[in-house]
């Protein structure tokens, strides 16, 4: 289950959301994600850019709730 507070943001701009993810799932290959895009003006154009092969990757953008780091894998745990 996603949490409502997770967004769908265009460029990571909280003034541009897209949508809220309906399924977030992470694996070895990365995160898989699946949100409805809003029938917005702005979710017309992301849609036609994703279309048009224009846009390929996602970047995600976190604030930490909690976060604690580990030395043996020098990585942060969130």
Do not use: C, W
Request: net charge positive.
């Amino acid at each position: 289950m996603v949490k409502k507070r997770i967004m769908h943001l265009y460029q990571h701009d909280p003034l541009k959301v897209l949508g809220r993810p309906m399924t977030l799932i992470e694996d070895n290959k990365g995160l898989y994600f699946r949100t409805m895009i809003a029938d917005t003006q702005l979710g017309t154009d992301v849609l036609k850019l994703y279309r048009d092969g224009v846009l390929k990757e996602h970047s995600v953008g976190i604030n930490f709730i909690q976060r604690d780091y580990s030395k043996e894998e020098d990585a942060y745990i969130v």
